[in-house]
């Protein structure tokens, strides 16, 4: 709103102080502008030694290593400068993502040892511990079906036995 009323208000000349007409009177100095843009400027960033012109500067800070960024990985709130963002984003980052071992799934690094815990196919011993190792989603069928340690009815619990046998 402050931009409209800016450009609606009548502008004078800072000379004469005739009115001017914003449409024919007034227009870039491109000269200016060239010479603005050949000022010598530093870096911005802590540490940085680069200087340069004021046209380079967006050039520059696209690249430069000692820049404030934000962590790429998603969730991620940490910002750092670029030069170490590799390793921030590849090793550090709680959420780099990282694949479960067990079943191959995609996880953040922060989650994965919940996940492992709770995997359908980590690997665990039997619960009657006859030996056998097997994944964590068929530990019923293992117990159910072919656990030589599970414990059974008896064969004649048709009959009234209430017997538990291995």
């Not at 409209?4 to 007034?26: A, F, G, N, W």
């Not at 911005?44 to 500067?57: I, M, P, Q």
């Not at 071992?101 to 040892?113: A, F, G, L, M, Y």
């Amino acid at each position: 709103m402050a931009s409209q009323e800016s450009q609606q208000k009548e502008c004078s000349c800072p000379v004469d102080r005739e009115e001017l007409d914003r449409q024919k009177d007034i227009f870039p100095d491109k000269a200016t502008g060239r010479k603005i843009l050949s000022f010598t400027i530093k870096c911005s960033s802590d540490c940085c030694e680069w200087t340069g012109e004021l046209r380079e500067k967006e050039h520059h800070l696209a690249s430069c290593s000692f820049k404030i960024v934000s962590c790429t990985n998603e969730k991620c709130q940490v910002t750092i400068q670029r030069k170490e963002l590799e390793e921030h984003v590849t090793n550090s980052c709680q959420w780099r993502i990282v694949v479960c071992d067990h079943c191959n799934k995609s996880h953040p690094k922060c989650v994965i040892q919940d996940h492992v815990e709770k995997c359908e196919k980590k690997p665990v011993e039997c619960p009657n511990n006859c030996g056998e190792i097997i994944v964590q989603e068929e530990i019923a069928r293992h117990t159910n079906d072919s656990c030589p340690l599970s414990m059974v009815s008896c064969p004649h619990a048709q009959m009234g036995c209430n017997a538990k046998v291995i």
